[in-house]
């Protein structure tokens, strides 16, 4: 994972969990906002380098500090929404799907003061896919409310991770969800089966944000 920061020429307005077209040339692909907004106008991104991946090379192995990048207006639904502080929000990703959750995880605890709980589930195959552990655990432990869970799949792996896939783990765990709000970011497949599952669970589907990463 590469951390990206942009600093914006001009104020831009958006939500920590919105995401931007990022353009390099002809390649124009969305990345979502990891930060809340900030007197710098700086942008963070999480990257995730694919293997031959047009944008995500270009970022690893060309852009140079300082070079100009073209991007559009904070777009989508996937942010924190004011007013119902006391709601309980799960939050559900894979990989760098965390990007937009830690943005709505900071926008929460840090700008809103949610009181409700918040449970966090990040999921990947192995270790190499985890990332944020130290600031995660550093946010559990100033946040009596806040809760992390990261998930691995494949077999094998450390035993202090939860086994298993990452969306089955967190709907186990919860199976009765009337009265969520529900974020579900990353891998297409996660978040389309997650959104009927938590739906049939008794999430509200007004009440259920998703980003599904497809390219
Ligand atoms: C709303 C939205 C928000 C997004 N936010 C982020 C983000 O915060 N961080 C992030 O890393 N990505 C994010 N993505 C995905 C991102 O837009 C690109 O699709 C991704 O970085 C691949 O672009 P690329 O040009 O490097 O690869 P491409 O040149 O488009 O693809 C290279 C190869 O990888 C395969 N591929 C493409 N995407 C994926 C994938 N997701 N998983 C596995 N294989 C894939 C392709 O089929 C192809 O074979 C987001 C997508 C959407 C729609």
């Not at 047009?54 to 007013?83: T, W």
């Not at 494949?154 to 919860?174: H, P, S, W």
């Amino acid at each position: 994972m590469i951390l990206l920061k942009l600093k914006s020429a001009q104020p831009l307005a958006f939500f920590a969990g919105q995401f931007v077209n990022l353009r390099h040339g002809e390649v124009i692909r969305s990345y979502s906002i990891a930060n809340i907004p900030n007197s710098n106008h700086e942008l963070v991104f999480h990257i995730r380098v694919l293997p031959n991946g047009k944008f995500s090379c270009f970022v690893a192995d060309e852009l140079q500090v300082g070079m100009p990048l073209e991007f559009s207006h904070a777009q989508g639904n996937c942010h924190y929404v004011e007013g119902k502080s006391e709601q309980p929000l799960l939050l559900i990703g894979t990989g760098t799907g965390l990007a937009p959750l830690y943005g709505i995880l900071c926008d929460a605890l840090e700008n809103h003061k949610h009181q409700g709980e918040i449970h966090l589930f990040h999921g990947s195959r192995d270790e190499s896919g985890l990332y944020f552990e130290n600031e995660l655990r550093e946010l559990e432990n100033r946040h009596a409310n806040f809760h992390y869970t990261p998930c691995l799949s494949a077999e094998g792996n450390d035993e202090k991770y939860t086994q298993g896939r990452v969306n089955q783990i967190a709907l186990q765990q919860f199976p009765k969800l009337e009265g969520w709000r529900v974020y579900l970011c990353g891998q297409s497949e996660m978040v389309l089966q997650t959104k009927r599952q938590a739906y049939l669970q008794g999430a509200s589907l007004q009440q259920i944000y998703a980003d599904a990463f497809s390219s």
